[in-house]
């Protein structure tokens, strides 16, 4: 099974760790990111996650096959999540399976890698000053008064 999918529902680790399992892998690696509560030294208090979501599904599941090819892996389940998120909230997960951990943990990294850059995905980060930015790619966009 190689898959992405987006969705507003908290993301569950443990079912995706369920559902991607297999007898015959030796390794899974299951990657959070989490909202933390704070960004280049300023409170963060939520992000909200937005996208054209086609078109972010579409490069996800892009994403999730070029990298299951590339390490030979035959499960690799990428989920991101939109909407609002507090702190703690999970807003993508990517879990692998395989027979060994070497090439589990390096599709997970290359995978995140990947995706923040090349999935277009919009990060509405809340500020504890009042302030809002939005970010993609890891690159400030806008910058507005809070709301």
Do not use: C
Not at 21 to 37: S, T
């Amino acid at each position: 099974m190689i898959t992405a999918r987006l969705t507003t529902e908290p993301i569950d680790a443990n079912a995706l760790l369920l559902e991607l399992g297999h007898e015959q892998d030796g390794a899974q690696v299951l990657f959070l990111g989490n909202v933390r509560n704070h960004h280049q030294g300023r409170e963060v208090l939520r992000i909200d996650y937005e996208a054209y979501e086609p078109m972010a599904l579409k490069e996800l599941q892009k994403i999730a096959a070029d990298v299951a090819r590339e390490h030979k892996l035959e499960r690799v389940l990428v989920v991101h999540r939109f909407g609002r998120h507090e702190i703690g909230d999970a807003s993508i997960a990517v879990v692998i399976g395989s027979p060994h951990r070497a090439p589990a943990f390096e599709a997970a990294k290359e995978i995140m890698d990947r995706v923040k850059v090349d999935v277009p995905i919009w990060k509405k980060e809340h500020f504890a000053d009042g302030t809002i930015e939005w970010v993609l790619a890891d690159k400030l966009v806008k910058s507005e008064p809070g709301e």
